[in-house]
């Protein structure tokens, strides 16, 4: 910290933690916190209070909230495991939490490829064809929604393959999110690539969270505007999209 930050890095910080063995930090009382002096030697004093520019080893959540009084959604808590970091926190001690996934970088500059973004956007665009025109069923129709279905699946795939060959994105499969997408959105009210993406923000920034309409809604906010929810674009319209 001292050849990052500068000699003065404690002064950064309220509380200095190291070496606290998570995750039994969250669910262990019996490990006390132990102060370390200036030479990085043990002390064996009794801690009472947490000291702005000391360093204190091991200690646990509990011993923690006791000595700070940080409660609740006072607190926001970085990490970069959903289960062994964010979990019990938000769950148990209603912590705000902020999930830290580095593989969050290069999806972000995959999907604003000029490819992704026009393969999605046509395919966008054919599901809603496909969901207002199926009523047609005359042979000439039919072949017409059968050409669609196909480009369609083949839009999929691409846009799938994009991220991995084999498993696709890791926030989503297909239309659908993944397993670890749902997990991270119930564990963690934020999450970003790096903690440094926060200094693009002031400290006083608020997110708000985002509105997804349900499958009964119309989507009536721009940035969620899903094509062919609210009508059907007539294809030369569309073209200029291919």
Known sequence: MRHMVGPDWRQLF?????????????????KPFRKLDEKGSLQWDRITRLEKGKIYRQGNLF???RL??????????????????LADLMLRHGWRTGAIIPELEREIRIINTEQYMHSLTWQQALTGLLERMQTYQDAESRQVLAAWMKERQELRCITKALFNAQFGSIFRTFHNPTYFSR???RF????MASLSCLLNYRVDFTFYPRRTPLQHEAPLWMDQLCTGCMKTPFLSDM???R
């Open 188 to 191: 963690s009210d934020l999450y």
């Open 239 to 241: 073209a200029h999209i």
């Open 14 to 30: 309220d509380v200095v933690i190291v070496q606290a063995d998570k995750p039994s930090f969250f669910t262990d009382p019996r």
């Open 68 to 85: 700070t009084e940080w409660r609740g959604p006072r607190v926001l808590y970085f990490g970069d495991h959903l289960y062994s970091d």
């Open 183 to 185: 997990r991270l959105v």
């Open 63 to 65: 011993d923690f909230l």
